[in-house]
């Protein structure tokens, strides 16, 4: 069992450029969801899917897109990557319940020079 | 939106010692969970505790919901625990998780 799975890991883009990060989970969790964390901060939710064709903005959206075409599968998409996107990403699931645990991946460190 | 205030920032202990960190928010919640992010950045879950106390090992957690707080205790220390500790919290109808800004511990041998 894989549980959440991030790739990739480690990214360096200039800015302007674009990415994406994928994020898929086999837990046939309804929930995803992406945070970012910075320095000496907790992690701050950027956007979250309920269910597949269901997405919501965060807490700190600007910047970045999402889409959900399947249960398994939350890519967040860097359009123009700018220095204030330097960051480790996080992406979460869990069962769309009210009780239940989340689950994080390993995290992407993303630079952007 | 709820708010979440971890204590104590930092803690530096010798090998062996116990501690207790301290998680206190806002409102009422239906999942609380305490993570460790280990120094290669990793955040593992060590507890989903929305109310109650449970135990793994030598790290056990409380939750008293009606008080809005939870502790997390660990025991007999060793240098693996060294990290940052974090706890999360979301309250009924909101599916995000909340975080707070985590206690950074530090042991040494």
């Known amino acids: 069992n894989a549980g959440v799975t991030q790739t990739p890991k480690f990214q360096v883009l200039k800015t302007g450029q674009s990415m994406t990060l994928q994020c898929a989970q086999d837990?046939?969790?309804?929930?995803m969801s992406w945070y970012r964390q910075d320095p000496g901060m907790g992690l701050r939710l950027i956007h979250y899917?309920?269910?597949?064709?269901?997405?919501d903005q965060g807490e700190v959206p600007n910047g970045y897109n999402v889409s959900r075409s399947t249960t398994e599968d939350f890519p967040l998409r860097l359009l123009s990557a700018a220095p204030s996107q330097t960051s480790v990403y996080f992406c979460a699931s869990r069962s769309y319940s009210w009780n239940t645990e989340a689950f994080f991946g390993q995290g992407t460190r993303l630079t952007v020079v | 939106g709820i708010q979440v205030e971890q204590s104590p920032p930092d803690l530096i202990l010798q090998e062996g010692a116990n501690s207790t960190l301290r998680c206190n928010f806002s409102d009422s919640v239906n999942n609380l969970q305490w993570f460790h992010q280990n120094p290669w950045g990793q955040l593992i879950n060590l507890f989903y505790i929305p109310s109650g106390t449970k135990q793994n090992g030598r790290l056990s957690a409380t939750t008293v919901a009606t008080e809005r707080y939870s502790l997390l205790y660990i025991s007999s220390s060793q240098t693996t625990d060294s990290g940052v500790y974090f706890c999360?919290?979301?309250?009924?109808?909101?599916?995000?998780?909340?975080f707070g800004t985590g206690t950074r511990l530090t042991i040494i041998p």
């Open positions: 837990m046939n969790h309804e929930y």
């Open positions: 899917s309920v269910g597949a064709g269901i997405t």
């Open positions: 999360a919290v979301s309250n009924f109808g909101n599916e995000k998780l909340t």
